[in-house]
Protein backbone atom coordinates (compact mmCIF):
# COMPACT_ATOMS: atom_id res chain seq x y z
CA UNK A 1 0.00 0.00 0.00
CA UNK A 2 1.02 3.75 -0.15
CA UNK A 3 0.80 6.44 2.66
CA UNK A 4 -0.65 10.18 1.64
CA UNK A 5 -0.38 13.27 3.68
CA UNK A 6 -2.34 15.97 2.38
CA UNK A 7 -1.15 19.44 3.27
CA UNK A 8 -2.31 23.36 1.63
CA UNK A 9 -5.74 23.25 3.45
CA UNK A 10 -7.26 26.19 5.52
CA UNK A 11 -9.86 29.44 5.24
CA UNK A 12 -9.83 31.23 2.11
CA UNK A 13 -12.36 34.14 0.75
CA UNK A 14 -14.83 33.31 -2.19
CA UNK A 15 -13.41 34.33 -5.74
CA UNK A 16 -9.80 33.45 -4.19
CA UNK A 17 -7.11 31.00 -4.64
CA UNK A 18 -5.52 27.94 -2.49
CA UNK A 19 -3.30 24.91 -3.36
CA UNK A 20 -3.41 21.21 -2.34
CA UNK A 21 -0.61 19.04 -2.46
CA UNK A 22 -0.31 15.36 -1.53
CA UNK A 23 3.18 12.88 -1.18
CA UNK A 24 3.12 9.62 -1.31
CA UNK A 25 5.20 6.78 0.30
CA UNK A 26 5.47 3.43 0.25
CA UNK A 27 4.73 1.51 -3.08
CA UNK A 28 4.57 3.97 -5.09
CA UNK A 29 5.70 2.33 -7.95
CA UNK A 30 2.24 0.61 -8.14
CA UNK A 31 0.33 3.79 -8.25
CA UNK A 32 -1.36 4.19 -11.43
CA UNK A 33 -4.11 7.17 -10.52
CA UNK A 34 -3.98 10.12 -7.88
CA UNK A 35 -6.64 12.62 -7.12
CA UNK A 36 -9.27 14.21 -5.43
CA UNK A 37 -12.36 13.82 -2.92
CA UNK A 38 -13.93 16.07 -1.56
CA UNK A 39 -16.77 15.69 1.55
CA UNK A 40 -18.65 18.21 2.55
CA UNK A 41 -20.99 17.81 6.19
CA UNK A 42 -23.96 15.79 5.80
CA UNK A 43 -23.00 14.59 1.95
CA UNK A 44 -21.40 11.87 0.41
CA UNK A 45 -17.63 11.50 -0.56
CA UNK A 46 -17.49 13.28 -4.14
CA UNK A 47 -14.61 12.91 -7.42
CA UNK A 48 -12.80 16.32 -7.54
CA UNK A 49 -10.35 15.51 -10.10
CA UNK A 50 -7.73 12.72 -10.90
CA UNK A 51 -4.73 12.32 -13.03
CA UNK A 52 -3.35 9.35 -14.36
CA UNK A 53 0.23 8.51 -14.97
CA UNK A 54 0.22 9.59 -18.66
CA UNK A 55 -1.15 13.11 -17.48
CA UNK A 56 -4.60 12.20 -18.54
CA UNK A 57 -7.14 14.10 -16.03
CA UNK A 58 -10.82 14.14 -15.23
CA UNK A 59 -13.13 16.65 -13.40
CA UNK A 60 -16.07 16.94 -11.90
CA UNK A 61 -18.60 19.25 -13.66
CA UNK A 62 -18.33 21.60 -10.59
CA UNK A 63 -15.15 22.21 -10.63
CA UNK A 64 -13.46 22.13 -14.50
CA UNK A 65 -12.18 25.49 -15.44
CA UNK A 66 -11.33 26.83 -11.69
CA UNK A 67 -9.59 24.09 -10.29
CA UNK A 68 -6.43 22.24 -11.93
CA UNK A 69 -4.92 18.51 -11.29
CA UNK A 70 -1.06 18.15 -11.73
CA UNK A 71 1.29 15.16 -10.77
CA UNK A 72 4.64 14.91 -10.14
CA UNK A 73 5.51 10.93 -10.97
CA UNK A 74 9.19 11.48 -10.01
CA UNK A 75 8.08 13.00 -6.69
CA UNK A 76 5.01 10.69 -6.17
CA UNK A 77 2.92 13.60 -5.48
CA UNK A 78 -0.12 15.62 -6.88
CA UNK A 79 -1.43 18.45 -6.18
CA UNK A 80 -4.95 20.54 -6.72
CA UNK A 81 -4.74 24.08 -7.68
CA UNK A 82 -7.96 25.87 -6.56
CA UNK A 83 -9.07 29.35 -8.47
CA UNK A 84 -12.44 31.90 -8.05
CA UNK A 85 -13.07 29.15 -5.00
CA UNK A 86 -17.03 29.19 -4.16
CA UNK A 87 -18.50 28.81 -0.27
CA UNK A 88 -20.11 25.47 -1.97
CA UNK A 89 -16.18 24.36 -2.68
CA UNK A 90 -16.39 24.11 1.46
CA UNK A 91 -15.37 20.68 1.77
CA UNK A 92 -12.64 18.06 3.45
CA UNK A 93 -10.89 16.85 0.52
CA UNK A 94 -9.01 13.64 0.35
CA UNK A 95 -6.03 12.58 -1.50
CA UNK A 96 -6.29 8.62 -3.13
CA UNK A 97 -4.25 6.90 -4.72
CA UNK A 98 -5.26 4.09 -7.15
CA UNK A 99 -2.87 0.80 -7.17
CA UNK A 100 -2.19 -1.81 -9.69
CA UNK A 101 -1.27 -5.09 -8.76
CA UNK A 102 -1.07 -8.61 -10.00
CA UNK A 103 -4.74 -9.74 -8.84
CA UNK A 104 -6.63 -6.13 -9.63
CA UNK A 105 -6.54 -2.32 -8.23
CA UNK A 106 -6.38 -1.32 -4.20
CA UNK A 107 -7.15 2.16 -3.16
CA UNK A 108 -5.72 4.26 -0.60
CA UNK A 109 -7.24 7.83 0.79
CA UNK A 110 -4.83 10.27 2.92
CA UNK A 111 -6.46 11.56 6.56
CA UNK A 112 -7.85 14.74 4.77
CA UNK A 113 -7.24 18.44 4.98
CA UNK A 114 -9.85 21.05 5.46
CA UNK A 115 -10.52 23.51 3.16
CA UNK A 116 -13.53 26.58 3.84
CA UNK A 117 -14.43 29.05 1.97
CA UNK A 118 -15.91 32.45 3.35
CA UNK A 119 -18.43 34.54 1.17
Known amino acids: QVQLVESGGGLVQAGGSLTLSCAAS????????MGWYRQAPGSQRELVAT???????NYSDSVKGRFTVSRDNAKSTVTLEMNNVKPVDTAVYYC?????????????WGQGTQVTVSS
Open 51 to 57: IGSSGST
Open 96 to 108: NAKLAWAWGLSGS
Open 26 to 33: GSTNRIVV
